[in-house]
T-cell receptor, first 114, second 110 residues
């Protein structure tokens, strides 16, 4: 079965640079979630989109923005990168219109800020 | 905000032993999910629970949605080496973000 696809899998940036992470949800899924996971931590919710509209917002820095496109893929844009932004970034998708919600996670993007 | 307390934090067991871990919440949830995460990989969904009192199995895994809607447990029977990893419980009240537990790191001693 098709899973959530994230790209790139690994990314190295320097401080103050920008980064764009991409997420392709499972086909037919209408909702995308972004999470950040630091070393030894549980995933922390950043932001979500349902049918291309922002549906919920968590602890996402103002330097970050995201959107969901007409084909339901989503991009997380990160600017003015800081050392503390180094983490695993996960995208999850779900089919909200289909009933009880279950989120399926992608393999993640490991971001290293030097 | 909501907090999920997951215990134990870590477990060291021998192959073939049974494993039990649980999560408790300060608030009620409508959905409990259990995930397994290998290092550097995304969480993989193991079991989803949607109704209070629900008991669901997936192979050697069994999970229950507590009747108070504030807790859930996961049991793994007859552990095998590939069970090693970090197990997270997660819950949500409605169509919203997941709140994750602190994780249980499972190590199998040869």
């Amino acid at each position: 079965a098709a899973g959530v696809i994230q790209s790139p899998r690994h990314l190295i940036k320097e401080k103050r640079e920008t980064a764009t992470l991409k997420c392709y949800p499972i086909p037919r899924h209408d909702t995308v979630y972004w999470y950040q996971q630091g070393p030894g931590q549980d995933p922390q919710f950043l932001i979500s989109f349902y049918e291309k509209m922002q549906s919920d917002k968590g602890s996402i820095p103002d330097r970050f923005s995201a959107q969901q496109f007409s084909d339901y893929h989503s991009e997380l844009n990160m600017s003015s990168l800081e050392l503390g932004d180094s983490a695993l970034y996960f995208c999850a998708s779900s089919y909200l219109a289909g009933g009880p919600e279950t989120q399926y996670f992608g393999p993640g993007t490991r971001l290293l800020v030097l | 905000g909501q907090q999920l307390n997951q215990s134990p934090q870590s477990m060291f067991i021998q192959e073939g032993e049974d494993v039990s871990m649980n999560c408790t919440s300060s608030s009620i949830f409508n959905t409990w999910l259990w995930y397994k995460q290998d290092p550097g990989e995304g969480p993989v969904l193991l079991i989803a629970l949607y109704k209070a009192g629900e008991l669901t199995s997936n192979g050697r895994l069994t999970a229950q949605f507590g009747i108070t809607r504030k807790d859930s447990f996961l049991n793994i029977s007859a552990s095998i080496p590939s069970d090693v990893g970090i197990y997270f419980c997660a819950g949500h009240l409605g169509n919203e973000k997941l709140t994750f537990g602190t994780g249980t790191r499972l190590t199998i001693i040869p």
